[in-house]
């Protein structure tokens, strides 16, 4: 009986965690189209929160069996979700018409678009790594981060409008082939 009433309560946990998930999914996703932002994949907070309570099923076996494994295993299992948590939280660039911010940790660094001088581009296996150049600096993106494309196209428009360009007459510009600016001097592209 008393192992039904865990299993039960198990079960809880888990539809209760998933329904949380799921409005914290939905929150976010509202939140990304109020302010524009490019953020790491939705992956990270997700599997945070699965981390979480595999810790917990972890940590309630290890403290019933007195298995100090499980214990420690629930430990690490958290730690790994808290990490996924800061490291989304602490990751992305904000971005407006002129210039974008750029947060990796503490670091944050703002830059306006005219302050591009390149890019440069490698492909593989479908994800595109796509390295911004700006001076001494650069900012580095992911074809899997959320709202990758949007601030490209935002930086190109506010690129062109820095230097005076028209947008239209690039003739190097091609979003499908990941071409938002110049290619960097000296970079080698990639395929």
């Given at each position: 009986m008393l192992k039904a009433l865990f299993l039960l309560l198990f079960m809880a946990a888990v539809f209760g965690l998933c329904f949380l998930v799921d409005k914290l999914c939905a929150r976010i996703r509202q939140r990304a189209k109020n302010a524009p932002s490019v953020r790491p994949p939705l992956r990270y907070p997700v599997l945070a929160v699965l981390l979480a309570l595999a810790s917990?099923?972890?940590?309630?076996?290890?403290?019933?069996?007195?298995?100090?494994?499980?214990?420690?295993?629930?430990?690490?299992?958290?730690?790994?979700?808290?990490?996924?948590?800061?490291?989304?939280?602490?990751?992305?660039?904000?971005?407006?018409?002129?210039?974008?911010?750029?947060?990796?940790?503490?670091?944050?660094?703002?830059?306006?678009?005219?302050?591009?001088?390149?890019?440069?581009?490698?492909?593989?296996?479908?994800?595109?790594?796509?390295?911004?150049?700006?001076?001494?600096?650069?900012?580095?993106?992911?074809?899997?981060?959320?709202?990758?494309?949007?601030?490209?196209?935002?930086?190109?428009?506010?690129?062109?409008?820095?230097?005076?360009?028209?947008p239209a007459g690039q003739d190097w510009y091609n979003p499908e082939n990941h071409q938002w600016f110049p290619d960097q001097p000296g970079a080698e592209k990639e395929d």
């Open positions: 917990i099923g972890c940590g309630i076996y290890g403290a019933l069996e007195k298995n100090l494994m499980f214990l420690l295993a629930a430990a690490v299992l958290l730690g790994l979700g808290v990490y996924f948590v800061i490291y989304y939280r602490s990751t992305g660039i904000t971005y407006t018409d002129r210039d974008f911010t750029f947060r990796s940790g503490k670091t944050r660094r703002t830059f306006p678009f005219g302050d591009i001088e390149g890019q440069r581009v490698a492909v593989s296996r479908g994800s595109v790594c796509l390295v911004l150049c700006l001076g001494v600096d650069e900012v580095v993106l992911y074809s899997h981060m959320q709202g990758f494309r949007p601030f490209l196209d935002r930086a190109f428009r506010g690129w062109c409008h820095a230097r005076g360009l028209d």
